[in-house]
């Protein structure tokens, strides 16, 4: 079960309070400003900064 439609809508980075980029392959939420990326496991988005992932290391990731 993906992410409820509502929750996507309401959520924002944690870090800058902007907006959030959905993906849903691989499922994770993208703050293209702080350049973080948020994941999701189980279908809960883990919007906690230590746990983010800088964006470049994501992409890297995502390629391979």
Do not use: N, T
């Not at 924002?12 to 907006?19: L, S």
């Not at 230590?50 to 990731?61: F, N």
Request: aromatic content about 6%; glycine content about 2%.
């Amino acid at each position: 079960m993906p992410v409820p439609e509502d929750l996507i809508k309401i959520l924002v980075c944690p870090k800058c309070k902007g907006e959030l980029e959905y993906v849903k392959e691989p499922e994770a939420f993208i703050c293209h400003s702080c350049e973080l990326v948020y994941k999701v496991e189980d279908d809960i988005p883990i919007m906690l900064i230590e746990e983010a992932i800088p964006l470049s290391q994501w992409e890297q990731k995502k390629s391979s």
